[in-house]
């Protein structure tokens, strides 16, 4: 196996043990004949030099991923940017950051603590893209920056870890559109995102986009275990662009609803 599908092989496994609503979701489409095809991955960080999309994205980079384009998400203080293979079989990679300079000086402090207990030689490990939380955490840090970013709880209580994986729907049979997969999705019981609306984007910005709500999860915190939203699974439709290839980047609009998907609610 290759180095390549080590790491995405170990992302998804830690991903699927942290979001058991995603191994079962792939298993229903595969028990009904389809092809389950990633379209792509994505990871939060920080934008401190020592974890930022650069350092995070190494991993990739030396993997063969280059960088393709960049977003911003002001609402919420976000940049991103998403990364290509070469090989076209393989899914991208979305990456984004918090501007932790444009947050309180409670969060700032918060965030600082955290990333003191970082082990030094980790962001140049190529395991960090799936190293998990490398600082301890307690329940009501957890909360204070979670009451101010949603983003910052989410990466404070789960570290470095794909915080989703994504479907191509174009690769599937019996579900070619975003709607036919949500109404099966819906009948088997699964709580879909309706934030900016069910479905976000449309085929005249060539990507629709849907996911389920986070599943909350027991972590562990200082003071004990706690449940709170864990990851959530995402599916992509991409339609072509005039010169016939499917768009293969991002609507930052789109994007921004969909990072509510581990919303606490």
Not at 13 to 35: C, F, V
Not at 75 to 83: F, I, S, T, V
Not at 160 to 171: G, Y
Not at 246 to 260: H, M, N, T, V, Y
């Amino acid at each position: 196996m290759s180095p390549t599908m080590t790491l995405l092989d170990r992302l998804w496994e830690d991903y699927a043990s942290l979001n058991p609503q995603a191994g079962a979701i792939h298993r229903l489409l595969t028990a009904e004949g389809e092809r389950v095809v990633n379209d792509h991955i994505a990871l939060r960080t920080f934008n401190d030099p020592r974890v930022n999309i650069d350092r995070l994205a190494s991993a990739f980079t030396a993997m063969g991923y280059r960088a393709a384009d960049s977003y911003e998400f002001p609402e919420k203080k976000l940049d991103a940017r998403h990364y290509e293979h070469a090989d076209a079989t393989m899914p991208r990679v979305f990456i984004s950051e918090l501007r932790i300079e444009e947050c309180s000086a409670g969060l700032r402090q918060r965030v600082s603590a955290l990333l003191e207990e970082l082990p030094p030689t980790l962001p140049a490990s190529p395991d960090f893209p799936v190293s998990g939380r490398p600082w301890s955490l307690g329940f009501p840090d957890y909360r204070a920056l979670a009451d101010e970013s949603e983003y910052a709880g989410w990466l404070a209580a789960f570290g470095f870890r794909a915080n989703h994986f994504t479907v191509l729907v174009n690769a599937l049979k019996k579900h070619p559109t975003l709607q036919s997969l949500n109404v099966f999705l819906k009948s088997k019981g699964f709580a879909l995102n309706t934030s900016g609306g069910e479905i976000k984007g449309t085929p005249a910005d060539l990507l629709e986009q849907s996911s389920t709500l986070a599943d909350k999860v027991d972590v562990r915190f200082n003071d004990g275990s706690h449940t709170i939203p864990g990851c959530y699974y995402e599916f992509a439709r991409r339609y072509p662009m005039p010169d016939g290839r499917l768009f293969g980047g991002f609507i930052a609009r789109s994007a921004d609803k969909i990072f509510e998907s581990t919303n606490r609610r």
